[in-house]
Nanobody, 115 residues
Framework: VQLVESGGGLVQPGGSLRLSCLAS????????MKWFRQAPGKEREFVAA????????AYADSVKGRFTISRDNAKNTVYLQMNSLKPEDTSVYYC?????????WGQGTQVTVSS
């Protein structure tokens, strides 16, 4: 199983970024996918989740209305569109899936929101 995030970077407050996570080594369409983030000195926190069919996305209250999770099962990719970014969104963002009892993580992509 491999998860590779991309799309992070430096953006001004109010700006947008789209993160991607390319999955391999498992049947992508059979598993729900999640995004988490971790800021320096803080615990990793849930951001968004999407079911295997793309239905019923779920969001943390802190990002609801600003972030959108989506997936393309033909491309084995899950996305996180982030709009109206705030300095407090600055974190390393991780892609995640759970297969059986095991959680798999990508290496993370840094998002920095600063003027």
């Amino acid at each position: 199983v491999q998860l590779v995030e991309s799309g992070g970077g430096l953006v001004q407050p109010g700006g947008s970024l789209r993160l991607s996570c390319l999955a391999s080594g498992f049947i992508f369409s059979r598993y729900s996918m999640k995004w988490f983030r971790q800021a320096p000195g803080k615990e990793r926190e849930f951001v968004a989740a999407i079911m295997r069919s793309g239905d019923s996305p779920a969001y943390a209250d802190s990002v609801k209305g600003r972030f959108t999770i989506s997936r393309d099962n033909a491309k084995n990719t899950v996305y996180l569109q982030m709009n109206s970014l705030k300095p407090e969104d600055t974190s390393v963002y991780y892609c995640n899936t759970r297969i059986g009892l095991y959680d798999y993580w990508g290496q993370g992509t840094q998002v920095t929101v600063s003027s």
